[in-house]
């Protein structure tokens, strides 16, 4: 079984761009995450979809953020202008059910803005 | 607000030395307290979850608890592949909120 499957595995763009992160999610998983790992820090949450419904999106740092998930299935996160302060390691994850069940991880987008 | 302290931040030991790390918490109606394994330029790896004080569950050399304010990971007689970071996370569905609440990590390193 596929797991979660994320791209690009590396981005390096400049301040002010537009970069897209992918994530595909297992298959058959209804429940998709977006986590951010700033260095030197704990991953953090950013926001939750159930199918192609934003659950929670509380952790969404500002609108220079987009999440979206057409269809339910894979989802693409946006980040527009860059900010240098975006550089970090972006987590997808999903999972079957809702609380209390495992997510597993995809293997991260590192982003650097220069 | 959920907070999750990890500690040691960093801890070495030799192969077959046994030991434990700690995930203390502060949160409102935990529902499921989580153990995952990071390795460099990787996601995090699920190991176990924890859902009531008193349980319990175990994998290879790997045991974890749970009591109301605190878990830890038992790694008995480690081995170099045992070499990783270790995540613990908590998630309260507070507000519909299915978030996990991660700590910084334990950086484990297991020399032959």
């Known amino acids: 079984e596929a797991g979660v499957t994320q791209f690009p595995s590396h981005s390096v763009i400049e301040k002010g761009q537009t970069v897209t992160l992918r994530c595909d999610p297992i298959?058959?998983?209804?429940?998709l995450y977006w986590y951010r790992r700033v260095m030197g820090k704990e991953i953090k949450f950013l926001l939750h979809?159930?199918?192609?419904?934003?659950?929670?999106e509380s952790g969404m740092p500002n609108n220079r953020f987009l999440a979206e998930r057409t269809g339910g299935t894979y989802s693409t996160l946006k980040v527009q202008p860059a900010e240098l302060e975006d550089s970090g390691v972006y987590f997808c994850?999903?999972?079957?059910?809702?609380?209390?069940?495992?997510?597993?991880f995809g293997q991260g987008t590192r982003l650097t803005v220069v | 607000e959920d907070q999750v302290t990890q500690s040691p931040e960093a801890l070495r030991l030799q192969e077959g030395e046994s030991s434990s790390l700690n995930c203390s918490y502060t949160?409102?109606?935990?529902?499921?307290l989580f153990w995952y394994r990071q390795d460099p330029g990787k996601g995090p790896e699920f190991l176990f979850t924890?859902?009531?004080a008193g349980e319990e569950k175990e994998k290879e050399r790997l045991k974890a608890t749970l009591t109301k304010k605190e878990s830890f990971l038992h790694i008995t007689a480690p081995k170099p592949e045992d070499s990783a970071t270790y995540l613990c996370?908590?998630?309260?569905?507070?507000?519909?909120?299915?978030?996990?609440?991660f700590g910084k990590g334990t950086k484990l390193t297991v020399n032959p």
């Open positions: 996370a908590v998630q309260a569905p507070q507000g519909g909120s299915e978030k996990l609440v």
């Open positions: 924890l859902y009531s």
């Open positions: 298959s058959g998983h209804d429940n």
């Open positions: 994850a999903s999972s079957f059910a809702f609380t209390g069940t495992e997510a597993f």
């Open positions: 949160v409102s109606g935990l529902r499921g």
């Open positions: 979809f159930v199918k192609e419904s934003k659950q929670d």
